[in-house]
């Protein structure tokens, strides 16, 4: 068992170091070019888009707040100290290596990728579409919100219906960016895979028993 995590492991490290060296070769930005995902990515634009009211508009700028980086961060903190006066340490650098690794990747994507945002956004971003950050934030936080139910809740019910509400919400957090405009399809998948990669990564580093950090 523990040699198949270990493979596991090394392969999202590949694929991390892999998408690297794709990023920085311009490999990425030529395939999100292809005519297949900008083809794709405008066809699904332009559907969400004519699905806009003026109450939707308004609710899902609420709703795409839950996965702002400044909200994510003060809610890192909160629960950062929480854990901290539970005495779980090990769960606290799970978090925030999730977060910071999964950010930076997102924030040196964003750098040298620089696509546009959609024409036809209803809010202002000053950032590059690609890859959402929201996208990518809402996976880390509440996707590290699940595992750590699964850690420490002997509760199954509860654990299922942590697991159920955290999806939902991190497909909600990506949907918002859809309708509000401000994502590509294209976008808000890739920032679900970075912070899904780096919290696994974090969990199997950091969260694994046989390293010698205790809770």
């Known amino acids: 068992m523990k040699l198949a995590q270990n493979k596991s492991t090394i392969a999202l490290l590949s694929i991390a170091f892999l998408y690297l060296v794709l990023l920085l070769t311009g490999v990425i930005k030529n395939l999100i070019n292809l005519s ?3 083809t ?13 009211t003026t109450l ?5 700028s609420w709703l795409t707040f839950l996965g702002e980086e400044y909200f994510i961060g003060i809610l890192a903190i909160v629960l950062s100290i929480i854990l ?7 769960p606290i650098i799970v978090l925030w290596l999730t977060l910071a690794c999964s950010s930076a990747f997102t924030y040196a994507t964003k750098l040298i990728i620089d696509r546009p945002r959609p024409e036809y956004a209803t809010i202002l971003e000053h950032s590059g579409s690609f ?5 990518t934030l809402a996976v880390a936080f509440y996707g590290f919100l699940i595992y750590l139910f699964w850690k420490y809740s002997k509760n199954r019910r509860g654990r299922l219906l942590i697991t159920v509400l955290g999806i939902v919400l991190i497909l909600i957090i990506g949907f918002s960016r859809l309708y509000l ?4 399809l294209s976008d808000v ?3 679900y895979l970075i912070g899904l990669i780096w919290l696994y990564l974090s969990i199997k580093i950091v969260g694994t028993d046989h390293l010698i950090l205790k809770d």
């Not at 890859?131 to 996208?135: D, E, I, R």
């Open 40 to 52: 794709t990515d405008k066809a699904i634009g332009t559907l969400v888009n004519s699905l806009q």
């Open 181 to 184: 405009g401000v994502h590509y």
């Open 131 to 135: 890859p959402s950050g929201h996208a």
């Open 36 to 38: 297949i995902f900008t």
């Open 84 to 90: 901290w006066n539970f005495n779980k340490r090990r």
């Open 189 to 191: 998948i890739t920032g």
């Open 56 to 60: 939707g508009t308004k609710m899902f």
